[in-house]
């Protein structure tokens, strides 16, 4: 006769392997360890100050640059009625 097996012991262990399988797979794809977080967060946060102090404090030359073709725009116009003297 043979060797008498419990499915449910093996359904059990099959599972288990699925998932260490996964779980290695995910720890490739999404893991970092702490030391690799905080790291990729002070670069995050000193690009983001290097690029804040690079940008031009431009907000009148802008408002400028922007009525000055207002201006142009409505000069070129016409005036409501055809502009003809009645």
Do not use: C, W, Y
Not at 54 to 66: I, R, S
């Amino acid at each position: 006769m043979g060797k008498v097996i419990n499915l449910n012991k093996f359904r059990k262990r099959r599972a288990k392997l699925e998932r260490e399988k996964q779980a290695e797979v995910n720890r490739r794809l999404h893991g970092r360890n702490t030391a690799e977080r905080a790291r990729d967060e002070l670069s995050k946060r000193q690009l983001t100050r290097a690029v804040d102090g690079a940008k031009l404090e431009g907000g009148k030359l802008e408002e400028e640059g922007e009525r000055e073709a207002r201006d142009d725009s409505e000069e070129e116009t016409p005036e409501p009625g055809g502009g003809r003297p009645g």
